[in-house]
């Protein structure tokens, strides 16, 4: 009895883990947010964030280094992803949106990003520290240390509590 409950769990991890795999979201960059998000009363997150080192992180190479992906899968999204999944997204970007909130396909639509929950389930993410220690690590030939408050706060994009 046991053998056999135990086949048909390992079955259905195998379908779920397969459907999973066929939910893959792409990228869209940046220009498809800003849509959205560039209004100052909703707190202009594209704005903020086109001023930032992270859209200005391929400046940050030169020469030769723009087409080494040892320093492009961390200076921008384009290369640190899958290549099969760019939808719309450009290399110039440097690091954008996506690498932190999650590809937009699926949670683009005004409907789905209204529902936080509903987004998630699409692939938006909420990023964490976690998420910063990817490319903010020894890795880096320019490590300057990370500290995630101090470092949070200079790129701090929030929505402005409604008065
Ligand atoms: C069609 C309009 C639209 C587009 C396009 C759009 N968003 Fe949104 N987004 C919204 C709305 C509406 C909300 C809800 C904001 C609110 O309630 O104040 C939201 C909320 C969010 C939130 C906050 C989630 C939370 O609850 O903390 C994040 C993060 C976000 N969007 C990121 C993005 C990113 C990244 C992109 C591009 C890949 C994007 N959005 C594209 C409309 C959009
Ligand atoms: C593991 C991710 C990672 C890799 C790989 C990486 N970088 Fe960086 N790079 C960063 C981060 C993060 C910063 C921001 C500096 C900081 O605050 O630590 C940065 C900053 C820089 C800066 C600005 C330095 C300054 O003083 O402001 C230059 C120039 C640079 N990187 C060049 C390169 C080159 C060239 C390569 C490839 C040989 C490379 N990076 C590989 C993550 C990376
Ligand atoms: C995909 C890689 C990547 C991720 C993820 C990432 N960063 Fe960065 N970050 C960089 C690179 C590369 C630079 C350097 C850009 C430059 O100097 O041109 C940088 C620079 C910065 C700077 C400017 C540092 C300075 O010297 O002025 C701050 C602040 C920062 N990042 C905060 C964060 C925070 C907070 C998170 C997480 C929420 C985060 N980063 C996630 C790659 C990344
Ligand atoms: C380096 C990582 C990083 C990048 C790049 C980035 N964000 Fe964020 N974003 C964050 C973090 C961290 C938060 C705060 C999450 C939380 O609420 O805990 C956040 C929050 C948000 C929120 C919710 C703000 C609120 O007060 O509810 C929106 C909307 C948003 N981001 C949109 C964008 C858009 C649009 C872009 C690109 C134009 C972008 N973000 C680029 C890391 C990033």
């Not at 290399?91 to 932190?100: I, R, T």
């Amino acid at each position: 009895m046991l053998r056999k409950s135990s086949i048909l769990v390992l079955f259905l991890v195998f379908i779920a883990g397969n459907a999973l795999q066929a939910q893959e979201y792409e990228y869209i960059g940046a220009a498809k947010c800003k849509m959205c998000h560039n209004k100052p009363t909703t707190g202009a997150q594209y704005k903020i964030w086109s001023e930032s080192k992270h859209a200005k992180a391929m400046d940050a190479l030169k020469g030769d280094e723009k087409n080494d992906p040892k320093c492009t899968k961390c200076h921008s999204t384009y290369a640190s992803v899958d290549e099969s999944l760019i939808a719309t997204l450009k290399m110039e970007e440097g690091v954008s949106c996506e690498s932190c909130h999650g590809p937009g396909s699926g949670y683009k639509s005004n409907t789905v990003m209204k529902d936080r929950n509903k987004a998630i389930e699409k692939g938006l993410i909420i990023p964490t520290e976690e998420t910063c220690l990817k490319c903010h690590n020894e890795e880096s030939p320019n490590f300057k240390g990370f500290n995630f408050d101090e470092y949070f706060k200079k790129i701090a994009h929030p929505v402005p509590a409604d008065e």
